[in-house]
Structure formats: C-alpha cells, structure tokens
C-alpha cells in the first residue's frame, strides 16, 4: 500500500516577553497544525528536560521559526541578566552552532515577526535570509508559502521564435486527382475533426463521508485487527482497504450498514459518528483537510485494483510507487482481453525476462510488467486521476524491484512516442474505468474514461510523414502500425 503523507515537523523558537506575546506564539502554532503542519512548542508539553528537548526539537525538525524581538536579540546576544531567559540562549547557540556547520546555506532557519518594527531585532546571521512580517495581510500564507517552498510568483516560460518548417508543395492545399476512378482528397490542414485524448480521468464520490471514532490503542495496526475481525466474523474474501484514519478518526465512503463496517463495529473498534460532507474537505482550502481527502482517494483506488475481475492481480510496489500486475504462480507470461476504445484484443502485462548469460534455457533476469503510477488532481472544481504509464522490472514477478530497473524502464519508454503512450493510456481505462451497469451499480468510488477534445481543422499522421526527416519518417510509420487497441 502507497505510504501515508508525512506532515513537516516546525518548531517555534521564541521568548516569553508577556503573557500576550506567549498566547500569539499559540495561536500561530495551532494554526500551523491546521493548515497540515506538525508544528510543536514549549506550551504543548510540562515537565522536560528543556536543554535535551530543544536540542531535538531543532535537530529533528525541517523548519525552525525564529519569533524576533527585542528581548529575543538581546539574548541572542547574551545580554540578558544572569540567570535570566536561560532557554532563549541556549537555543540560540544550537542555531548559531548549525548555521556554522553549514555556511552560506540556510534552509532551516526562518526569521519571522509579528510587528513590522522588530525587523530590526532579527539577528544577523539571519539577516540575509527570506524573513516573514506576519502583521502583513498576507503574512501567514507567505509563511506557508515559504514552508511549502512555493515562490510567490510563477516563472513563465521564455518565449522563443518557431523554426521555420519545409512543408511538402501543396501541403495545404486540395489536390485533384485526374482520374476518374480516384476520389480527390485534402493534403495537409484537413476540415475533419480530430479527438485529441488526455491522461485526466474524471473521479466521481459520493456527498458524504461516513466518520466514526478509533477506540483502539495506538500501537495496534489497524488494518491487520480489522481483517482479523472480518475473517472471525465469516468474511468472504479480503477485507476491504477503502477507508483512511486520521487522529483516530475514521473516514470512508462505505456506509456503515455494509456487512465489513457491521462486524468492525460489532467489536467496539469504531464507533460511528455523524457524516461529513465530502467538499468540506475536497474543496477545503486547508492543506489538511485536502491531504486526508486525497488519502481516501487513494485507498479506494487500492480497492479499485484488488478487486478487478481480469485474470491476474493488479497489486502495488511500495518500493517502486506503483500498481502493476504481478505474475501468477507457475506462470512466465500473462495476457487479457480487454476493450480500450473502439477494439478489443489481447494485450500482455507481464512476462519473464531470460537471463541470456546463464546456460539453463529457463532462468529468469527478471519480469517486465504493465504499471502505471498516479496523482489526484483537480482542475475547475473537477477531480482527476492523473494516469502516468510506466514500465516496472521486478526481480521476483511480483512486488520487489530488479536491479535494472532503472535503465530496462527508461529504455523502455525512450522509443516511445505519442501514439504508443496514447496505447498505454487507453489500456488503462480499460481497466480503471467502471461505469454502472446490470452487475455494478451505485458504486461508491469511480474513474471515468479520460477526458479528450475535438478540434478541426487536423492534419493526420499520414500527412505529417510526408514532411518529416528520413529518421522521423521510420519512426511514425512504425507508429500507424502498432495495435493501440483503439
């Protein structure tokens, strides 16, 4: 299974002026945590060994904020009276001892201030990095921003003038043919439509999110104790994986009158909550909330592949990031039908490599499989999967990368062009895209077929090959020939 998304740990470096400047610190540190960040101070804990704990704090941590003011710089600069604001010096000689170790580069230290004037109180070693003003309007969502590693503008691209192109004569014009027996035909510009395919796959869910509260300890792995629970109660199959737990809170699409859900909470393991309506979290402008959205997302897609009903199983390399079909036992080569677009056929998914230098007619090298690796991704208030095609080398023909898959998958996908991706793309919506019907109705979690646009006028591949370079000419002529199951 896809490994959960870790937050960034930030630590708060600061001084406890007053009471009120204490609370500000808080209020920034709970808001952090909300927008998906694991953002820790002194205030959440009692009780430390202080020295020790900020010394890990700021070893174990991405970013540490360092709240500038006066008082701050003052014992920055060790200034202070003795015996006093003794935490504030010491975590200011761990940060000037890790800005030594690595001069001219600060990517930990961020200087922040919640006053324009204090500005002036940030220390200089800090000085000549990006500092946050957080009285600014935009303050906190520069911060976030900075911690994100997002600029705060878009860099377009250069624009640069197009290379003149030798068309063919006439390669725009209508030739006649002076035959009667032969139709004429457009070269070049066509008036037909042409459909132009995306990898975007359009995922419908339902309105709302069932939730329910995680009564069992921390240190128990859920998914384990909940198939165990399954298989106690009778199951048929394996349980099922389309659900996500977040802060022992529970999250899935799948009602809880489902009979999985009903025996998990026959045994006190969760307790139902009220629903959550989906776009609180799918449109939610919190990094959190959409983390936990695409989590679900993520794990329903799991179920998608577990369950398909082709011939061999579509699992998932954690070390490899992507789903891919494994070998069947006893098996060194694996096909199935299915119907992309317009055709059907047989298409191969997997299959064992010969190891050339060994003299056993039968020794494997390794497997090369059909993948495909992914993101979510919403555009226009749409969800999409974004589909990536992908060739995986496995050195067992099931989840466990070869040591040459780096350079199999790349040689690979180097003679791979337009038409042969746009076969890959379509082999998968075969296999992803479940639209109701007779058998499969009101299914929770769906992926549509890709989206795709036409436009008019086109020009062909047939039309382009009469333009091209002798060394493209072979290349695209190869291409009309594949079977893209199209």
């Not at 500000?24 to 202080?50: E, K, M, P, T």
């Not at 977040?246 to 859900?261: G, M, N």
């Not at 694996?334 to 056993?360: F, H, M, P, W």
Request: proline share 6%; charged share 25%; net charge positive.
């Amino acid at each position: 299974m896809p490994e959960p998304v870790q937050s960034i740990p930030v630590f708060v470096s600061y001084t406890h002026d007053s009471p009120a400047h204490s609370k500000r610190v808080l209020n920034l540190s709970n808001a952090l945590r909300q927008a998906g960040f694991d953002c820790d101070i002194d205030q959440y804990h009692v009780n430390q060994d202080w020295p020790a704990w900020m010394e890990r704090e700021i070893e174990n941590s991405i970013f540490v904020l360092v709240v500038c003011t006066p008082t701050y710089l003052r014992r920055w600069k060790n200034e202070e009276k003795p015996g006093v604001g003794l935490g504030a010096q010491w975590e200011s000689l761990l940060t000037r001892q890790h800005l030594y170790s690595s001069p001219g580069k600060n990517d930990k230290f961020v200087p922040l201030v919640f006053e324009t004037q204090d500005i002036a109180s940030i220390p200089t070693p800090l000085g000549n990095v990006t500092r946050i003003d957080l009285s600014q309007s935009d303050g906190f969502n520069r911060l976030r921003c900075r911690l994100l590693n997002i600029p705060p503008a878009e860099k377009p691209p250069v624009r640069t003038s197009l290379a003149p192109i030798s068309l063919a004569e006439g390669f725009f014009a209508t030739q006649h043919s002076t035959t009667a027996h032969r139709e004429h035909h457009p070269v070049g510009l066509r008036n037909e439509q042409e459909t132009l395919f995306s990898n975007l796959f359009p995922v419908t869910f339902p309105a709302k999110i069932q939730t329910a509260r995680v009564s069992l300890k921390r240190n128990v792995n859920l998914r384990e104790h909940f198939s165990a629970v399954w298989k106690k109660a009778g199951g048929v199959g394996d349980a099922p994986v389309d659900f996500w737990i977040e802060k022992k809170v529970l999250y899935t699409f799948r009602p809880f009158t489902d009979k999985f859900w009903q025996a998990i909470i026959a045994s006190k393991a969760i307790h139902p909550a009220d629903p959550k309506p989906t776009l609180t979290l799918a449109d939610s402008k919190l990094m959190a909330d959409k983390n936990v959205f695409i989590k679900l997302l993520n794990r329903c897609l799991d179920q998608l592949c577990a369950s398909h009903e082709m011939a061999h199983k579509l699992g998932w390399s954690k070390k490899m990031r992507c789903h891919l079909f494994v070998a069947t036992p006893g098996t060194k080569r694996g096909r199935i039908k299915v119907r992309a677009i317009t055709k059907q056929g047989q298409r191969e998914v997997y299959k064992a490599i010969r190891n050339k230098l060994s003299s056993d007619p039968h020794a494997v090298q390794h497997w090369q499989h059909q993948a495909f690796r992914h993101f979510f991704v919403r555009f226009g208030g749409q969800w999409y999967l974004q589909v990536i095609p992908f060739w995986a080398f496995t050195s067992d023909g099931q989840e466990t990368p070869s040591r040459w898959q780096k350079t199999s998958s790349a040689n690979m996908r180097r003679p791979e062009r337009n038409r042969a991706v746009l076969g890959h793309v379509a082999f998968w919506a075969a296999i992803l895209c479940r639209e109701d019907d007779l058998l499969r109705t009101n299914q929770l979690f769906q992926i549509h077929y890709p989206s795709k646009l036409s436009v008019s006028p086109s020009i062909t591949d047939k039309d382009w090959i009469g333009i091209t370079k002798a060394a493209d000419k072979t290349a695209l002529q190869a291409d009309l020939k594949l079977d893209l199951l199209i």
